[in-house]
C-alpha cells in the first residue's frame, strides 16, 4: 500500500503512518505506527484498531497521558498537574469507564476559595471578583452567541485590579489558554454539564483506560520519511 499525505490521520502530535518502517519489529507486523502516547494518540490507535489495523504508539517520555498526569509524590496524595475535570460528566465515557472499574469519582465542589496574598479575600474583595468575572463571561457570552470568532481578550472588559486574577480565571485556569488564544465562539461552543473529579487522578484513571493498547515509551519519533513506496518513521533510540 503506498502512501500519501492525505491519509495521514493527524489527531494533535498522533498521526499515523503505513506502511511502516521504524524497527524491523514493528515493520513486518505494524500496519500503522501513531506518534505520542497522549489522549489524541491513545484514541487514534482505539479506533485504528477497531477498523482491523495492527497499531503500535511511540511515546517519547516514559509514560502514557501526555498533559493528562497525576503526580504522586509532589503532595503525597494525588495531584493532576494537567487536566483533572471530567467535563460533561453526563456524557464522558471517562466517567463510566472509571465508575466500573473501581475509581472514585465524585462532583468537582462549586465552592471556591478565593486567596489574596496569603489570606483569604474579605468579603469586598469577593464581590469585586467575581463583578469582574461575570462582565468578563457577560461579554464573551453576547459575542459567543453571535458566533464571533474573536479572541476572548477582545471583548473582556477592563476591571481594573481585578484584571489579571479574571484573565487567569477565564484563560488559564478554564481553557489552558490565555485569552487572547482563544475565541468567544469556541468557548460559546464548548460543553456545558457537570465537570467531575477522579480522586486517585485522571492521569491515573487515563493511563488505566490505555492499558490494551500498545506503547512502546522512551521512544521519540525524530525523522519522517515520506520519499520512496512507503512511509518511514526515525525514533531514537535508533534501530
Ligand atoms: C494545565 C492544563 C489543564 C487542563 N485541564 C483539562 C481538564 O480539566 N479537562 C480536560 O478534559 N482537558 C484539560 N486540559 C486539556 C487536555 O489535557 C489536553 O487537551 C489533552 O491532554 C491533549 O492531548 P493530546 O494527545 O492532544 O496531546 P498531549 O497530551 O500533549 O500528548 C502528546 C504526546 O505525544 C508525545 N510526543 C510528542 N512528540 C513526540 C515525538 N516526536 N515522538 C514520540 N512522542 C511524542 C508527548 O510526549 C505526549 O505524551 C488541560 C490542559 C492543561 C495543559
Not at 39 to 68: M, N, T, W
Request: aromatic share 12%; net charge negative; glycine share 10%.
Amino acid at each position: 500500500m503506498r502512501m500519501s499525505r492525505r491519509t495521514v490521520l493527524a489527531s494533535g502530535t498522533a498521526f499515523a503512518t503505513a506502511p511502516l518502517y521504524v524497527r524491523p519489529a514493528f515493520a513486518a507486523t505494524t500496519d500503522i505506527i501513531v506518534i505520542g502516547a497522549g489522549a489524541a494518540g491513545i484514541g487514534a490507535a482505539r479506533a485504528l484498531r477497531a477498523k482491523g489495523l495492527s497499531v503500535q504508539v511511540i511515546e517519547a517520555s516514559g509514560r502514557i497521558g501526555g498533559r493528562v498526569f497525576s503526580a504522586t509524590t509532589t503532595f503525597g496524595v494525588p495531584y493532576d498537574v494537567g487536566a483533572h475535570w471530567l467535563h460533561y460528566a453526563e456524557d464522558n465515557p471517562f466517567v463510566s469507564y472509571g465508575k466500573d472499574n473501581g475509581f472514585d469519582l465524585y462532583a468537582a465542589p462549586e465552592d471556591q476559595v478565593l486567596y489574596v496574598g496569603n489570606r483569604e479575600a474579605t468579603d469586598d474583595e469577593y464581590d469585586a471578583f467575581y463583578d469582574s468575572l461575570s462582565a468578563a463571561n457577560r461579554a464573551m457570552l453576547k459575542a459567543g452567541r453571535k458566533g464571533k470568532d474573536i479572541a476572548a481578550a477582545e471583548v473582556i472588559p477592563d476591571t481594573g485590579d481585578w484584571n489579571m486574577s479574571t484573565s487567569f480565571y477565564t484563560g488559564a485556569y478554564e481553557m489552558a489558554k490565555d485569552p487572547a488564544d482563544f475565541s468567544c465562539a469556541d468557548w460559546y461552543s464548548s460543553e456545558d454539564g457537570t465537570d467531575w473529579y477522579c480522586r486517585e487522578g485522571f492521569g491515573a484513571l487515563f493511563a488505566h483506560s490505555a492499558r490494551d493498547v500498545s506503547v512502546t515509551l522512551n521512544t521519540q519519533a525524530k525523522t519522517i520519511r515520506w520519499g520512496g513506496t512507503g512511509v518511514q518513521v526515525r525514533p531514537t533510540p535508533a534501530p
